[in-house]
């Protein structure tokens, strides 16, 4: 004799199941967003690290240059119209450099944002559903 589940427990089990994919997907949903949020912070900071190194470069560069200048200054005319040049645009390309720095160290935006957000959305949908 074979017996039967009610349609009550049945139902029950399929739901209960459904609501199992469900949380599954929602899951991979987010560690999927929070791997592209790492992802961009690494890039983020990658491009921070290289403004700056380029920044110290060109701010070094240019009090080299400077100094040269200060040194050869009893020199040609030319020599010193060259000098003083390459150190103003070395000088100040480093300004700009460090300007854009900064300003990207302020505009970044909060890490896991997007992440987040959704996260949000979906305790707000689910305050809205009860």
Do not use: N
Not at 46 to 62: D, H, I, K
Not at 71 to 88: H, M, T
Not at 92 to 100: D, G, N, P, Q
């Amino acid at each position: 004799m074979t017996e039967k589940t009610p349609t009550g427990r049945r139902g029950l089990f399929e739901s209960l199941t459904a609501l199992t994919a469900t949380l599954v997907a929602v899951a991979h949903t987010r560690l999927d967003m929070l791997s592209t949020d790492l992802e961009e912070d690494r890039e983020h900071l990658l491009s921070l690290l290289l403004l700056s190194l380029t920044a110290l470069f060109c701010l070094g560069v240019g009090v080299v240059l400077a100094i040269i200048l200060l040194v050869v200054a009893c020199g040609d005319a030319y020599r010193l119209q060259v000098l003083g040049s390459l150190a103003g645009v070395f000088l100040i390309v480093s300004f700009a450099m460090w300007r854009f720095t900064v300003h990207k160290v302020k505009t970044k935006p909060k890490l896991f944002s997007a992440s987040l957000s959704e996260l949000y959305k979906d305790h707000q949908q689910l305050d809205t559903d009860s």
